[in-house]
């Protein structure tokens, strides 16, 4: 299984931008899904996730102004990030959490390769 995300790049402050990941692979299943995002010099932090059952989670320095979502047809998930501040500048990660695929005796996380964000004037 592997993840593959997409739509970062540079916007001015206070616009917006939409990520997407989308997983491929055979025979797999996602249990939940996250962005985390890394600024330089800083460790790996939460963004948004989105459990099964459809419980999301915001960090309290994206609320209200990010809004993930998935569908579950398509493997995807996205993150619609509005509001923008040079604070949000970093490379975003998506993670699948709870995926189950042929041969793996037991669930597992896979992260993708990473989007880079950057919010300059």
């Known amino acids: 299984v592997q993840l593959q995300a997409s739509g970062g790049g540079l916007v001015q402050p206070g616009g917006s931008l939409r990520l997407s990941c989308v997983a491929s692979?055979?025979?797999?299943?996602?249990?939940?899904w996250g962005w985390y995002r890394q600024a330089p010099g800083l460790p790996r932090e939460m963004v948004a996730t989105i459990s099964a059952s459809g419980a999301i989670n915001y960090s309290g320095s994206v609320k209200g102004r990010f809004t993930i979502s998935r569908d579950s047809a398509k493997n995807t998930v996205y993150l619609q990030m509005t509001g923008l501040r040079l604070e949000d500048t970093a490379v975003y990660y998506c993670?699948?959490?709870?995926?189950?695929?042929?041969?793996?005796?037991?669930?597992?996380?896979?992260w993708g390769q990473g989007t880079l964000v950057t919010v300059s004037s």
């Open positions: 993670c699948a959490g709870g995926v189950r695929a042929p041969g793996w005796p037991l669930p597992r996380s896979v």
């Open positions: 692979g055979s025979d797999f299943s996602i249990a939940s």
